[in-house]
């Protein structure tokens, strides 16, 4: 079973899911499903229309938003932004590691003005460090980097 880690009462970030994990995701009150690994990235990734499709047969929403070796850009937040404000109940965020998924989410929250420390501590608290985002994080919220 996948390790899902809350980062805050509405979103949970995982390493790598299996269609089999959808269910467990409903059981912990999931919505959504957010997949930022890029299919083909490993060869022992199930892909990601399995993934769909056990999402939506579970009565779960699914996006694909994939995070590849270019990194972060803008649409990618926006998109990640439109999707969590639209979810109604949790959303659950996954690539490899959960570590992008928490990237991308920590980007995404302080687009919204959030405060970059508070989301730092709550990443912190799932065991994931936003600091290689930090700088764009400060820029997204409207604050100067230290």
Do not use: H
Not at 7 to 21: F, S
């Amino acid at each position: 079973m996948a390790d899902f880690r809350r980062l805050n009462e509405t979103v949970l970030a995982a390493p790598q899911i299996a269609p089999g994990d959808i269910v467990a995701a409903r059981k912990a009150g999931v919505t959504l499903i957010v997949n930022n690994r890029p299919d083909g990235e490993s060869p022992d990734q199930p892909d990601g229309d399995r993934i769909e499709a056990a999402a939506r047969e579970a009565g779960l929403d699914y996006r694909a938003i994939p995070i590849g070796a270019a990194g972060f850009s803008q649409p990618q937040v926006d998109a990640m932004a439109e999707a969590l404000a639209a979810a109604e109940g949790k959303t659950l965020a996954f690539c490899r590691s959960g570590t992008r998924s928490t990237l991308l989410w920590a980007l995404a929250e302080a687009k919204t003005g959030r405060d970059p420390e508070a989301i730092a501590r709550e990443a912190a608290g799932a065991g994931y460090d936003v600091g290689p985002v930090r700088p764009a994080m400060d820029m997204l919220a409207g604050r100067a980097s230290d």
